[in-house]
């Protein structure tokens, strides 16, 4: 990214996402929730950008979570990263379906393996009805911001466009666990 306004854009909301996470919960748990928002703020504006989520940065967002399971989580212990991990093949599987049944109906993909690897990222971080909710939240944001830029632009929506789902899906995690911090 080469557009100063948008890096200072970036830098003010990550200033944001980690002071949002270290108020929300003090300490550890907030420590991680800091470094979640910037995995996710990252893996947004690449997304955006290349439609593209780099394997590094869901690897790094699911290891802390896992270490979040086994230390400082709601399970934590020798099986919390066991049901954090049970909870990202849950989430993960049936996007996968949703993938391989989109490209045997389509022929063409309609998401990638970065978008299943990221939602095994919400498994891995949130509980199952704070997945839904982030899901929901993230694929309604997608819709509205296709609907609104085609109707800005007056152009036709296309069944063929390409949408950066995980530039919606990885604030929407973040948002996710920011809520349960909040809540918990």
Known sequence: MDDPLAQFGLAIV?????????LAAPGPDGLLGA????????IAATDARRYIIPNELTAAAAALGL?????IGPDAGWSGP?????????????FLA??????????????????????????AWLGF?????AIEVATLAALAAYIG??????RPLRATAFLPFGL????AIWLGWLAEALLG
């Open 129 to 133: 009805m704070t997945v839904l909710a």
């Open 82 to 94: 066991l049901w954090a991990a049970a909870r990202a093949l849950a989430v993960a599987l049936p």
């Open 168 to 171: 919606f899906l990885a604030p």
């Open 35 to 42: 470094f979640l928002g910037a995995l996710m703020l990252s």
């Open 98 to 123: 949703l993938m391989a049944g989109y490209r045997a109906y389509r022929g063409r993909d309609g998401l990638g393996m970065g978008d299943i690897k990221l939602a095994a990222v919400a498994g």
């Open 149 to 154: 830029s085609g109707a800005l632009r007056r």
């Open 67 to 71: 270490l979040r399971a086994a230390t």
């Open 14 to 22: 990550l200033l944001a996402v980690v002071a949002a996470s270290l």
